[in-house]
């Protein structure tokens, strides 16, 4: 089954297999500098989140209560979407997966941070990994690279999503370094031009992925779907 995949801009993210929508850290237009996509207008069956940040969760419980969407993640931020009203949420923690209706998805380690927007503890942040359509998918959400991103790689990966942006998460040279742990067949890179601090040259990364790995680098404009 083909998988199709946008990236929405940041770290945003949305999954369509086989008319079900999975969205990644919903951050839409008038919170999202990067979105072109109001939150009124996105479809969700699934929501996974890797940590609490405003520029991942900020578009979270509006997207959930609307569609009553099932909130996947850590237990902190699972308890804190109930307190927001939204009672449809699933708790992972790191290392922990779980057969969804749409497939497998397992909560890897992120090594970064994950405050909730109220100053609430928001429990360790985290990423993603993917069993759906057929593909395996890897979500890093925001991270510093990490050797044992190798075990992850041992997965086969069909796609990994990265962030790139520098300053808060891994940069551009760690991003190609994360890659020889991943060894994905293709790569997505996020987090980056958003503002400022992160602004990147994407096609200059793309074309050193290309001289250096023997990974497909992925550059979509906003709201573009491909197909896995
Ligand atoms: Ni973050
Ligand atoms: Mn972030």
Redesign the pocket.
Known sequence: MSVSVTWHGHGTYSLNVGGTNIVVDPFFAGNNPAAKTSVDDVAADFILQT?G?A??IADTVPLAKRTNALVIANFEIHAWINNQGHANTHPLNTGGGYDFPFGRAKMTPAL??SGLPDGAYGGD?GGFVVWVGGKTIYFAG?TAVFSDMALIGDLGLDLAVLPIGDN?TMGPDDALLALEFLKPKAVLPGHFNTWPLIAVDVNAWAEKVKANTAVRPIVPAVDESFAL
Request: aromatic share 12%; hydrophobic share 10%; glycine share 0%.
């Open positions: 940590h940040h520029d991942h970064h941070s942040p925001d808060f």
